[in-house]
């Protein structure tokens, strides 16, 4: 699952499972005063200034089919198992994530003062139903068993200031959408951005299945860690080439704000 966070005011968790870093492209013209206009001419802005920029590509050994997923017009976040099993030093399954959660919760605070765009978070929680589930997982990785209902584990990072009427999704398996309601809870958006943990393991497998229920994944490459630096270069490239487009968070938070700063180079 992830590899990463920690934990704040928790409300139950939602689901079956009880409780629980070169940016790329050519900005768009947005006027004089770098907006980008409202509507259709705003998707089209947004989704030039995310188009892949062949150089770029290149440079970074990016296998690319030449499209960009775009930043839409109705976009949400999803902050993936920043739990403190994974972000806690004392956890066995803990990573070098402090960085990531400083990242993710300035992004946060961005997509908060929009006002229209929810957040939604995951933890990862077995109950004796859930490891039923998960046996396959849990054998590969028999240190989630930490994560048990009720447990500081389980509990979303405190850094990441989540505010009570932001959602956790109680999840067994990789994938936020596996087994879980969030695809529902997802109806109308056409635009997720996807920050946590781990970059190769659930972070991967969230943009996979949001690419496929229809939505354009994001992933801020500052907002996503890894254990294995080469795990976590090879999924980012992986994901531009294929399933959504990486940006540096700078770029992302300028697509919140639905403003153009200038180029927004590809990060890698």
Partial sequence: ???S???GAESA?????????SARGAAAAAGAEGVVP???????????????????AAAAGVESFGGAAGFGERPAVV????????????????????EVLLRTSTLLDVAR?????????TTVVYDEAGEAAAAVFLRKVPALRLCRPGTRWVEIDPRLGRLASEPIIAKAHASAFFGAPLAAMLAGRDTLVVCGASTSGCVRATVVDAMQHGLAPIVPRECVGDRSAR???????????RYGDVRSV????????????GPLHQAR
């Fill in 231 to 241: 795990a976590h270069e090879q999924a980012l490239s992986d994901i531009e080439g």
């Fill in 113 to 121: 003062r929009r006002g229209d765009v929810p957040i939604f978070f």
């Fill in 13 to 21: 968790p939602i689901g079956s499972a009880p409780a629980a870093g």
């Fill in 250 to 261: 700078e770029a992302v938070i300028a697509a919140l704000q639905r403003e153009i700063a």
């Fill in 38 to 56: 409202s509507g259709s001419d705003a998707t089209a802005a947004r989704a030039e200034s995310f188009s892949p920029d062949g150089a770029d």
């Fill in 79 to 98: 902050v993936v198992d920043l739990n403190l099993a994974f972000t806690d030093p004392s956890s066995p399954l803990a990573c070098d994530l402090d």
């Fill in 1 to 3: 699952m992830a590899e």
């Fill in 5 to 7: 966070p920690r934990a």
